[in-house]
């Protein structure tokens, strides 16, 4: 199970540090993602970060303002984002799958209910 906290309303240019709390005991050995969806739109990849190595992938759009980290210990994963703009308004979900690395959402197989992040000009 996944639980999405830290969202909520912030003015442009503000920040936001998104949680991704996940419960069960191999939580150290899943890639874990986080997508995006706004209204209208498609789900749409932010970052992930990979299980052993902490690799962290993110989309060319959120480079240099978004970054991904974990803890396992906490079983926690967090998104840092920074000088936030009227389009990242979305509902963001953090997802998670035992394989490797993919910026596909159809490749994860464990997902949260997600969190609002509105941002306004």
């Known amino acids: 199970q996944l639980v999405e906290s830290g969202g909520g309303l912030v003015q442009a240019g503000g920040s936001l540090r998104l949680s991704c709390a996940a419960s069960?005991?191999?939580?150290?050995?899943?890639?874990v993602g986080w997508f995006r969806q706004a209204p209208g739109k498609d789900r749409e990849f932010v970052a992930a970060?990979?299980?052993?190595?902490?690799?962290?992938y993110a989309a060319d759009s959120m480079k240099g303002r978004f970054t991904i980290s974990r803890d396992n210990a906490k079983n926690s994963v967090y998104l840092q984002m920074n000088s936030l703009k009227p389009e990242d308004t979305a509902v963001y979900y953090c997802?998670?799958?035992?394989?490797?690395?993919?910026?596909?959402?159809?490749?994860?197989?464990?997902w949260g209910q997600g969190t609002q992040v509105t941002v306004s000009s």
């Open positions: 069960g005991r191999t939580f150290s050995r899943v890639t």
């Open positions: 970060i990979s299980s052993s190595h902490y690799s962290t």
């Open positions: 997802a998670a799958d035992p394989n490797g690395y993919s910026r596909y959402a159809s490749r994860y197989r464990y």
